[in-house]
């Protein structure tokens, strides 16, 4: 079965310091990978995608994503963080059918001034 | 563009009373649907995929007799909570799939609090 695993469940940063979350994904066959943002009292929103390609992936607001096959990881960086970054940021693998995703815990991303 | 719409945004009922969540795909073909559970502090589960002209699927821990979902058309699906207790209250979320679209669109979410 598919899963997810977000290690760290809350990360500090100072604002204008770099960013990374981590997510480590278990799929069999090539997955199709993707990061949300919760923003306080919202739903979902995408960040960025991966679809089979570019291993490295831009996506909105400066945030960017390197899918690694014999890591088995899909790691979230942004190289400078703005205080409107505070969120909570969700790993998610579709299933094969591509019309359902299975979700990490969650990383809650707190933004020191 | 493809946009999903949830409404109400929020809902408050009593416990042991029931509340309906409406999911509308504007912009595309919803082939499937699939809701999905944020409770406090937590994660999205899956609670069930809706694919038209197929058999709902629930997943473990969610059944047709608690959650009751209806997908009539490409466009709509709605989800009741039968008989809400404590433990159903959170952000409920639909994600829908189809046409040209590989990737599932969500719509904001129903936030049901149960007093």
């Known amino acids: 079965a598919q899963s997810v695993t977000q290690p760290d469940a809350r990360v500090t940063v100072s604002e204008g310091a770099s960013l990374q979350l981590r997510c480590k994904y278990s799929?069999?066959?090539?997955?199709?990978l993707f990061w949300y943002v919760q923003y306080p009292r919202q739903g979902l929103q995408l960040l960025l995608k991966?679809?089979?390609?570019?291993?490295v992936v831009q996506g909105v607001n400066g945030f960017e994503a390197e899918f690694s096959k014999s890591n088995s990881s899909f790691h979230l960086r942004k190289a400078s963080v703005h205080w409107s970054d505070w969120a909570v940021y969700f790993c998610?693998?579709?299933?094969?059918?591509?019309?359902?995703?299975?979700f990490g815990i969650g990383t809650r991303v707190l933004v020191r001034p | 563009g493809a946009l999903v719409y949830q409404y109400p945004r929020r809902t408050i009922c009593k416990s042991g009373t029931s509340m309906r969540m409406e999911c509308q795909a504007v912009g595309f073909q919803a082939t499937s649907v699939a809701w999905y559970r944020q409770s406090p502090q937590k994660t999205f589960e899956l609670i069930a995929l809706s694919t038209v002209n197929s058999a709902i699927k629930y997943e473990q821990n969610f059944t047709q007799e608690k959650f009751p979902i209806s997908h009539p058309n490409l466009s709509f699906s709605s989800m009741t909570v039968l008989n809400a207790y404590l433990e159903d209250r959170g952000l409920y979320l639909c994600?829908?799939?189809?046409?040209?679209?590989?990737?599932?669109?969500f719509g904001p979410g129903t936030r049901l609090t149960v007093l």
């Open positions: 994600g829908a799939t189809g046409g040209n679209y590989a990737e599932q669109f």
């Open positions: 799929y069999f066959g090539t997955p199709y």
């Open positions: 991966y679809y089979p390609g570019d291993p």
């Open positions: 998610a693998v579709k299933n094969s059918a591509g019309n359902k995703l299975t």
